[in-house]
């Protein structure tokens, strides 16, 4: 398996723009993770799926914040309108079941908003 | 806020040396902590774990040691490899509980 799939691998974008992340899980897994990272805070887990379904979008910081599962093999993450705070690295993680160790993370998505 | 700390954004060890990386957590429903391990471009990968009924556990080179009095985690790498070398991120959660927070991170270095 390629393991987990993130795209684009960096993105750079205007403040206000509109940005989306995507990310293609490990085949079979049914639980799947948005990570943030940032210098101040460290890790933040911003919301997990399991089977299609959003379980907990407590970490999503604002309403510009929206992610979506339309099948087992897609996620996506959108901003809207994108702000310069928002400049991170974005993680998408996949695991079989909720376990923390057998979470897998992509390799992430470098966003810069300018 | 930032329920785990991990306080030194840089350690620089000689190979063959003990690595030592700690953390800090303040709540006290945390009862099951991790370290992760992250190279350059790449995602987390998961290192090792400890339950909070353990205060010590062992995989090899990777040593946890957790004092839940003080709630204070540390991983030791002994010896400590060139490719050691990455951002190791320390993580708490409730076994229970879904909400898992992770430090800020720390990067090892080691030297030849």
């Known amino acids: 398996d390629a393991g987990v799939i993130q795209s684009p691998r960096h993105e750079v974008t205007e403040m206000g723009q509109e940005v989306t992340l995507r990310c293609k899980p490990i085949s079979g897994h049914d639980y799947l993770f948005w990570y943030r990272q940032t210098m101040m805070r460290g890790l933040e887990l911003l919301i997990y799926?399991?089977?299609?379904?959003?379980?907990?979008d407590s970490g999503m910081p604002e309403d510009r914040f929206s992610a979506k599962m339309p099948n087992a093999s897609f996620s996506t993450l959108k901003i809207q309108p994108s702000e310069p705070r928002d400049s991170a690295v974005y993680f998408c993680?996949?695991?079989?079941?909720?376990?923390?160790?057998?979470?897998?993370f992509g390799p992430g998505t470098r966003l810069l908003v300018l | 806020d930032q329920q785990v700390k991990q306080n030194s954004p840089s350690l620089s060890v000689q190979e063959g040396r003990i690595s030592i990386l700690n953390c800090d957590y303040t709540?006290?429903?945390?009862?099951?902590f991790l370290w992760y391990k992250k190279y350059p471009a790449e995602g987390p990968t998961f290192l090792i774990s400890i339950s909070s009924i353990k205060d010590k556990n062992e995989d090899g080179r990777f040593t946890v040691f957790l004092n839940k009095s003080a709630k204070h985690l540390s991983l030791h790498i002994v010896p400590s490899q060139p490719g050691d070398s990455a951002v190791y991120f320390c993580a708490a959660c409730s076994y229970n509980n879904n909400d898992m927070r992770f430090g800020a991170g720390t990067r090892l270095t080691v030297k030849p």
């Open positions: 799926f399991n089977n299609n379904v959003p379980i907990d």
């Open positions: 993680a996949s695991s079989f079941y909720y376990h923390r160790e057998t979470q897998y």
């Open positions: 709540n006290s429903m945390f009862d099951y």
